[in-house]
């Protein structure tokens, strides 16, 4: 049974825990002597370690992505953590899977029941037709309540995709009558599905980490393919609503350089767009000042968005 969580770990000490190898990396000193950068992961968070010693032994103990027993201590390194790794080697069986996933706070069968009464909300009888196809389809319901939305940035945990798809459907509800000429059914049905493709981009047994097919054709792609399988099944799909849902899908990342083919060139892949990146802004925010000191009024520097954020003194926070 695991004893020490990262969260709970502290410079100075001495460890010898289950972890899962989240990632190795070996390169080389000045001198040429090798050494090995790893990644270790549990439910509760991720922590860097370094190998000095029997480098090349301890580099052939596992494979990332293992489940791993590690001995050593505990040091501050450039501002953090670091495990010092005096030994590695594969854990024994019988490890509790859920000691080294996190999952959503919320109720993932509530929030399936919540996002597909906005689908019934839907007016358009085939866009409905549309979303019943997913939600009759056990094999993806029981991926997508499981999925996690992403690896580091946001919603990276058990039912983080099916949390995100659930806020921005909720997002898309309220801004949709805010604007006249917004296609409400088109921007729901759009914020359902848009990210579908990670229930196969991910790996997440003991590691969410990405899978061979979310490395060589990304949850953009895969995402099409499945919209696609299902609009194939609803006979006399209108072709235009499905080239529009489509589009949707492939220019949610709004750029070209953030991974979308094309940019949104439609009002609601516009929202679409925007209403992604304030979702996953905020909840990526809000997960990075959770995890710093609670009695600080700043953060520490938030390396992807280059800023500290203020947290408020006590009075404010409370």
Known sequence: ?????????????????????????????????????????????????????????IADAAAAGDVVRVQGHISEYRGGLQVVVK????????ADPADFLPATRR?????????????????SDVLRGLLDAFWNDAGFVAQFKQAPAA?????????????????????????????????????????????????????????????????????????????EEKIRQIPDFPKQTALLLRHMMVSHHGSR?????????????????????IDAKIKGIREFMESQDADAEWTGYHKPLERFFFRGTPETQG
């Open 107 to 123: 109720n993932p069968e509530q929030m399936l029941e919540r996002i597909k009464a906005l689908g019934q909300a839907v007016s």
């Open 151 to 227: 690896k580091k940035m946001h919603h990276a945990y058990i039912g983080g995709l099916l949390e995100h798809s659930l806020s921005l459907a909720l997002l898309a509800d309220r801004v949709a009558g805010h604007y006249s000429g917004i296609d409400r059914d088109l921007l729901i049905t759009g914020a359902i599905l848009h990210d579908i493709g990670k229930i196969n981009e991910f790996v997440f047994d003991t590691n969410i980490d990405y899978s061979s097919e979310g490395r060589l054709v990304s949850h953009i792609v895969i995402g099409v393919g499945m919209l």
């Open 257 to 277: 350089e953030l991974g979308s083919p094309e940019p949104p060139k439609t009002l609601e892949a516009v929202l679409l767009n925007y209403l992604d990146e």
């Open 1 to 57: 049974m695991k004893k020490w969580f990262v969260s709970q770990l502290k410079s100075g000490q001495a460890v010898t825990e289950l972890f899962v190898l989240a990632e190795k990396t070996l390169s080389h000193k000045k001198d040429g002597a090798p050494y090995l950068s790893i990644a270790l992961s549990d439910k509760t968070g991720r922590v860097r370690g370094v190998v000095w010693d029997n480098v090349e032994q």
């Open 87 to 94: 030994g590695l080697e594969p854990a024994e069986t019988g």
